[in-house]
């Protein structure tokens, strides 16, 4: 089984920053993809953003250029800084990773619990 813990969320006033992490433990050969997703209420979840073992990086429009996604592999942690918040970016965030448990097995996702985001006006 995998865990992925995730935290950092919390209520911060436009303009402000927070930085999320989500940690992956358990049963881990592998991780190729992490990323943060967010759901506010009654929307659906979207992509924030998704980094993978080589370095590649994806935003969603709405962030780039005021979040930055990085992971540290030998933790199997990944973070994302967000910068300039906005209103609506209030969500709950939530932590994906592909894990690999074995060599040359499967690969599956998991999900973090998620972690709330509130940016007030």
Known sequence: QVQLVESGGGLVQAGGSLRLSCAASGNI???NFMGW?????GKQRELVA???SSGS???ADSVKGRFTVSRD???NTVYVQMNSLKPEDTA???CNAHVQPLPGGPVFSYWGQGT???VSS
């Open 92 to 94: 709950v965030y939530y």
């Open 37 to 41: 997703y967010r759901q506010a209420p």
């Open 73 to 75: 592999n030998a933790k």
């Open 50 to 52: 998704t980094t993978t």
């Open 57 to 59: 990086t994806n935003y």
């Open 29 to 31: 050969f592998s991780i």
């Open 116 to 118: 709330q985001v509130t």
